[in-house]
């Protein structure tokens, strides 16, 4: 049973006004909370911004050009699996787009380019 599902019980069991009043107020400190939380972001989100900030760059001055996220990985000395995730957040945020590409040796691969 989660803190939420406790103090919810509690304010719909209507125990006494006391304890009703308590568990309310206790519920709101805890969507308040919730919320900042959800409206900060995280160390790595910031940490990450730079490198999305320089992936986009690299892929605004070659206009034409598609990548997969090894390549990217390499040319940020990161690893493939955060260039994929960066990558990702990217094309979630409509600022590049994906397609599968076949690669000679690896079969279908992700590359990814420039909206």
């Not at 690893?79 to 076949?102: D, H, N, P």
Request: aromatic letters at 4%; hydrophobic letters at 40%; charged letters at 25%.
């Amino acid at each position: 049973m989660t803190n939420r599902e406790f103090l919810q019980t509690i304010v719909s069991a209507n125990i006494n006004a006391e304890v009703t009043d308590f568990a309310t107020e206790a519920l709101r400190k805890l969507d308040e909370r919730n919320a900042k939380r959800a409206s900060t972001p995280s160390k790595t989100a910031v940490a990450n911004e730079p490198i999305k900030q320089a992936i986009v760059a690299h892929f605004a001055e070659n206009h034409d050009l598609w990548m997969t996220a090894s390549e990217v990985g390499q040319m940020n000395e990161i690893t493939t699996q955060k260039a994929s995730a960066l990558l990702r957040q990217l094309v979630e945020g409509g600022v590049l787009k994906s397609q599968e590409t076949k690669v000679i040796g690896k079969g279908k691969v992700k590359t990814y380019a420039i909206c």
